[in-house]
């Protein structure tokens, strides 16, 4: 039997290869922690979305090993069919009151939910304000949805305000952001961003990925952190929480309108009954061990105010990602290298992730990194940058 060519596929990759774009996976031979093994070399974590350090805590794993025993390692069906065990239940209740809203509703990822609530919410007498920055996760929510998108320039609220303004013969108007940039670690002025809202009687929807666990003082997220309401809060299990899942967690009516209508609860098998264990274990972690979010914040500020005092241009904004920029995708490779040799696992972010000549080094900061494992970073930073003569 002839084998198919594909030579076209051939062709993109070659050219992938060529710009520097190509990828491959790592495999993890230990636990997330602050030091992993990576391809049985001990490398120090400096990439993981793991700020709390809850994906290997004993109680977490102990949890989700009871469930396991209890419920077995699958779920079975979706949600609305044979999917739903009392761990999805009480995990909802506990996110809508971890999140202090009326109701909450679990999905399988964060992207399932950023996609089903966005393409659900949105009708196509309604127009998107989004940021230009947001996850992939909520611009694929806005292409499916059936509104208009508006793009709004990063953070720019006098842009946002004229797309507002212009925007006032739609039925609704949505305004979507991130609450912590994921690859550039900055955080969206929320102030703002619902003073508008009540001028232009838009709603506002957040996608808290990275800020819950992170900001606010008992760490409930960009809400918090400011001290202002939102309609709906969509957020991950995956990152600080360190399980998986997704959710979104607002007023009651539009927990159940997302119930009955988001294709993405409806169609998708539910998370394992151990996934659901875990997090309602992690969630409660967080609350009774509110020195893990201060040793976070305490690592955010040592390894900046370090990066800094190397010649690196560092943010001071208190979230874990700290975007050193290289430039053009072959050069961050290259800096990815040489902290690889250093024993520093920090791959390089190149297009289509970011802008092209925007590639950076995505450092992320952990509570169970220590103050030794941040000065090897740092040391590592300081050779690669010299190397590349970037400080």
């Known amino acids: 039997m002839n084998r198919p060519v594909y030579s076209w596929a051939e062709e993109a990759l070659e050219k992938i290869e060529n710009l520097g774009l190509y990828r491959k996976t790592r495999k993890m031979e230990s636990s997330p922690a602050g030091s ?20 290997s805590h004993p109680e977490t794993i102990s949890a989700a090993a009871g469930a396991v025993l209890q419920f077995g390692v699958g779920s079975s069906g979706s949600r609305l069919t044979t999917g739903t065990s009392p761990w999805h239940e009480e995990l909802e209740l506990k996110i809508a009151a971890y999140k202090r809203t009326d109701a909450a509703l679990l999905f399988s990822s964060g992207y399932l939910a950023n996609i089903g609530v966005i393409s659900t919410i949105a009708g196509e007498e309604d127009i998107i304000l989004s940021d230009e920055l947001n996850h992939a996760s909520l611009i694929d929510g806005c292409r499916l949805s059936k509104a208009k998108t508006s793009i709004y320039r990063h953070t720019d609220m006098l842009h946002l305000e004229a797309l507002l303004t212009g925007a006032k013969h739609f039925q609704n108007r949505f305004i979507v952001t991130d609450g912590v940039f994921s690859m550039d670690g900055d955080i969206a002025p929320l102030p703002e961003i619902t003073r508008l809202a009540k001028k232009y009687k838009a709603y506002v929807i957040v996608d808290d990925a990275h800020g819950t666990g992170v900001l606010g003082d008992t760490g409930r997220g960009t809400p918090e952190y400011f001290q202002e309401a939102v309609d709906l809060s969509i957020g991950t299990l995956s990152k600080a929480i360190g399980t998986e899942g997704g959710f979104a967690a607002g ?141």
Do not use: W
């Open 251 to 391: 007023s009651r009516i539009l927990i159940e309108l997302l119930r009955n209508r988001a294709r993405t609860f409806i169609f998708q098998t539910a998370l394992p009954p151990a996934s659901a264990a875990a997090a309602l274990a992690a969630i409660e972690i967080m609350d009774k061990e509110p020195e893990r979010l201060q040793q976070l914040q305490r690592n955010i500020r040592f390894l900046q105010e370090r990066l800094a005092s190397l010649g690196f241009s560092v943010s001071e904004h208190p979230t874990p990602i700290l975007p050193i920029f290289i430039g053009e995708a072959k050069a961050a490779v290259h800096f990815a290298e040489i902290l690889d040799d250093e024993g520093i696992y920090a791959p390089a972010i190149r297009p289509p992730t970011v802008p092209e000549g925007k590639s950076r080094i995505r450092v992320t900061v952990m509570a169970d990194h220590t103050i030794d494992q941040l000065q090897k970073v740092c040391a590592a930073f300081q050779k690669a940058g010299r190397e590349l003569e970037l400080i």
């Open 36 to 55: 992993v093994v990576i391809g049985r070399k001990e490398m120090i974590m400096a990439s993981s979305n793991n700020y709390l350090g809850l994906a």
